[in-house]
């Protein structure tokens, strides 16, 4: 599959009717093809960019991983083209990875979100979105992500702290997102 500048093409009236059977094996089989095509142009590109390799795998190893979590515990339908998706759904993405991951710290998800937001910015550059203006938006949130991070981490290693009482506070901490579906 190449990265064009159209990107994905699917038809997206039929599939969102849910049609069962081969056709919707294969879109998904398709938008998880271009997915990581689309990861694997950024790192030849950075590779061409003269970036490090050390920094080219931490890159491309996050962008597998966020979009394997991403879509792991879902049947959606997600390809890198949809901007609004993740801009919409950033603070609720970033919240179940530090969920699920448990351990997750600092440099892990400093990672994940740089490589995403590296990511659009390629994506654009190649013309395949004209407008990556959402990922400023993207980009404002880290703080507040990592604080709750830090504060979840906290939490959860704190003996003082019985397992209701964890669940209470990580509960609150997260709000909805405790609950958002991605298991």
Not at 105 to 117: A, F
Request: proline share 2%.
């Amino acid at each position: 599959m190449r990265i064009t500048k159209k990107g994905f093409q699917y038809d997206n009236a039929r599939f969102e009717n849910e049609i069962e059977g081969e056709y919707g094996d294969e879109v998904f089989r398709l938008a998880n093809e271009y997915n990581y095509e689309m990861i694997n142009a950024f790192a030849r590109n950075l590779q061409k960019s003269g970036v490090p390799q050390r920094k080219i795998e931490e890159n491309v190893r996050y962008l597998y991983w966020f979009t394997d979590m991403l879509l792991g515990d879902t049947q959606d339908l997600f390809v890198w083209d949809n901007i609004c998706f993740i801009n919409d759904n950033w603070e609720h993405i970033m919240c179940k990875i530090i969920l699920k991951t448990g351990d997750i710290n600092e440099k892990i998800l400093l990672g994940i979100m740089d490589s995403v937001i590296d990511l659009y910015r390629f994506i654009r550059q190649k013309e395949i979105l004209d407008d990556i203006s959402e990922i400023d938006k993207i980009a404002k949130r880290k703080t507040k992500i990592l604080e709750k991070m830090m504060k979840y981490n906290k939490v959860r290693h704190d003996p003082k702290i019985s397992e209701d009482e964890k669940e209470e506070i990580i509960c609150n901490l997260f709000g909805d997102f405790y609950w958002w579906p991605f298991g």
